[in-house]
């Protein structure tokens, strides 16, 4: 079971990134969070890329999706929905605890 739930219209957006702006082969989908210093919580920031598998990572599929997660951000990402929203003010990934 993956530890973070991707909306749909987050999935069609990271499918057609990866469709059209030449992703290498064997690259999935990185999420993740790079801490800000200190043990708090608070001072996570969530990353979103694209990356090759590494040797302590977990993978998953998701819609044809493969998503790649380091097993120490489990802890730190379980309970996070990513979506993908596009409105008139922005448009982006956003991370939203649950």
Request: net charge positive.
């Amino acid at each position: 079971m993956i530890p973070v739930d991707i909306s749909k219209e987050a999935l069609d957006e990271v499918k057609n990134i990866m469709a059209n702006k030449n992703i290498p082969e064997g690259y999935g989908l990185r999420i993740g969070v790079r801490g800000g210093g200190g043990c708090s919580v608070a001072g996570m920031n969530y990353i979103l890329g694209f990356d090759k598998k590494k040797a302590t990572d977990k993978e998953f599929k998701v819609d044809g999706v493969t998503i790649y997660i380091e097993k120490s951000h489990f802890m730190y990402i379980i309970g996070t929905k990513v979506k993908f929203v596009n409105d008139n003010e922005s448009s982006g990934f956003v991370f939203e605890k649950v």
